[in-house]
T-cell receptor, first 112, second 115 residues
Framework: AQSVTQLDSHVSVSEGTPVLLRCNYS??????LFWYVQHPNKGLQLLLK??????LVKGINGFEAEFKKSETSFHLTKPSAHMSDAAEYFC??????????FGTGTRLQVFP | EAGVTQFPSHSVIEKGQTVTLRCDPI?????LYWYRRVMGKEIKFLLH????????ESGMPNNRFLAERTGGTYSTLKVQPAELEDSGVYFC?????????????FGPGTRLTVT
């Protein structure tokens, strides 16, 4: 069985400071991992994905994530937060053609 | 290119009534998915269509939920009769292929409130 755990339900940062959103996964097989973002009243948008190629994955809007098999982690980072980054972020795991398994989400607040 | 659209954006109905949600996928996407997020919980898979065929409906909660995709274009999700626990946000997504390398594009969701 596969699952993901998002360790923080809420994260607050000041504009210009680093962002770290944590995600740990559990999978019996080599997983594919994604981060999605949802801004208010919008659909989920894919930020980045890991599908067994490079372990450091770069996404849109300056976000990146590193797949660490030894730690079963796929944390999302950004060097400098922007006000427009305020949204809810979802870590997702999938094995091949199986269904997407979502984490419970992390709401990111960015203060000026 | 138009994205995935869902209608209505919000729906408030009374327990026992019927509601039909609609999803229009991106043109040319054979794969269509329904997901649901109940308040405070994670987004959960409901079912997956390939064209007009149900590929996987393992996430459908019970037989009060009926999904269709006649003609392999838009899809509807009917809840009949609605119960209080059906409240939540229903998302639709579409993709070209059912593979991790192909992005699932999500619609904005339909917020269903059952009173």
């Amino acid at each position: 069985a596969q699952s993901v755990t998002q360790l923080d339900s809420h994260v607050s940062v000041s504009e210009g400071t680093p962002v770290l959103l944590r995600c740990n996964y559990s999978s019996s097989y080599s997983p594919s991992l994604f981060w999605y973002v949802q801004h208010p009243n919008k659909g989920l948008q894919l930020l980045l994905k890991y599908t067994s190629a490079a372990t450091l994955v770069k996404g849109i809007n300056g976000f990146e994530a590193e797949f660490k098999k030894s730690e079963t982690s796929f944390h999302l980072t950004k060097p400098s937060a922007h006000m427009s980054d305020a949204a809810e972020y979802f870590c997702v795991v999938v094995r091949w053609t199986d269904k997407l398994i979502f984490g419970t989400g992390t709401r990111l607040q960015v203060f000026p | 290119e138009a994205g995935v659209t869902q209608f209505p954006s919000h729906s408030v109905i009374e327990k026992g009534q019927t509601v039909t949600l609609r999803c229009d996928p991106i043109s040319g996407h054979d794969n269509l998915y329904w997901y649901r997020r109940v308040m405070g919980k994670e987004i959960k898979f409901l079912l997956h269509f390939v064209k007009e065929s149900k590929q996987d409906e393992s996430g459908m909660p019970n037989n009060r939920f009926l999904a269709e995709r006649t003609g392999g274009t838009y899809s509807t999700l009917k809840v009949q009769p609605a119960e209080l626990e059906d409240s939540g946000v229903y998302f639709c997504a579409s993709s070209q292929e059912n593979l991790p390398s192909y992005e699932q594009y999500f619609g904005p969701g339909t917020r269903l409130t059952v009173t």
